[in-house]
């Protein structure tokens, strides 16, 4: 954009609202530029005209509208009942036995995800499996002891590509994967050996994915609390 046509965007970014209502000759009136400097500013955003622009502008606005974060107990319950089904406690168990026998345990996950691998593995740390996190999505992945490791990744769409490529370096060097995802039929879960996935509402702000990660922290304990009891009486 020239001088004139960033003080055009300049004005619009200030005043949106107002923009969308208003004709072409009273835009230039206001942002001190010719009509004809509005329709090259138009056609550099991809509209035929200041027309097409305001109606782009409008659906724009609609969409930045905040959304309203369901605050209900229902979803949490929901997933609850879903742990006690034997398909859901068979990927539990299966879990616990892949962790159990791994000489190294990773965990991994970016954003909030990262935040919940810190916890588990520190919380299954606490309970007597040493493990690490890897938050950082240009952590390199490299050493022979990953050979006899599993890895557990943490993502709720599944299809953040970091993690996706993190997985595949892991399966690589012959770490086991345990996906824990909302979904079954993303590709993160499609990559795993094991696919633990726990299906709740997704919920997202303007910027941001804020489903709730009750249930993964539920799936961290629980099997966290499995493994150590399974390490005090070894399956014969």
């Not at 970016?110 to 950082?136: E, P, T």
Request: charged share 20%.
């Amino acid at each position: 954009m020239n001088e004139l046509e960033l003080s055009l965007y300049d004005y619009i970014s200030k005043n949106k609202d107002k923009v969308i209502y208003m004709r072409i000759r009273d835009l230039a009136s206001e942002a001190h530029v010719s009509t004809t400097t509005i329709l090259r500013f138009c056609h550099k955003m991809q509209c035929v005209g200041f027309s097409e622009f305001k109606v782009k502008l409008k659906l724009y606005l609609q969409e930045q509208k905040p959304l309203k974060i369901i605050d209900d107990r229902t979803i949490f319950l929901e997933f609850m009942d879903r742990v006690s089904t034997p398909i859901f406690q068979t990927s539990i168990n299966k879990a616990c036995h892949m962790i159990y026998n791994a000489s190294n345990v990773i965990f991994v996950g970016i954003g909030s995800s990262g935040i919940l691998a810190s916890y588990g593995a520190r919380h299954f740390s606490a309970l007597d499996k040493f493990s690490v996190y890897i938050n950082d999505p240009f952590y390199p992945i490299i050493g022979k002891d990953l050979e006899n490791s599993v890895s557990v990744i943490f993502s709720v769409s599944g299809e953040t590509t970091e993690p996706i490529r993190q997985a595949n370096m892991l399966k690589n060097k012959k770490s086991q994967i345990i996906s824990i995802t909302n979904s079954k039929s993303c590709t993160l879960a499609k990559i795993a050996d094991l696919s633990i996935s726990y299906y709740v509402q997704t919920e997202k702000t303007i910027s941001s994915d804020v489903t709730t990660q009750l249930p993964v922290l539920y799936i961290i304990e629980a099997i966290a609390k499995r493994v150590h009891n399974i390490a005090l009486t070894p399956p014969v």
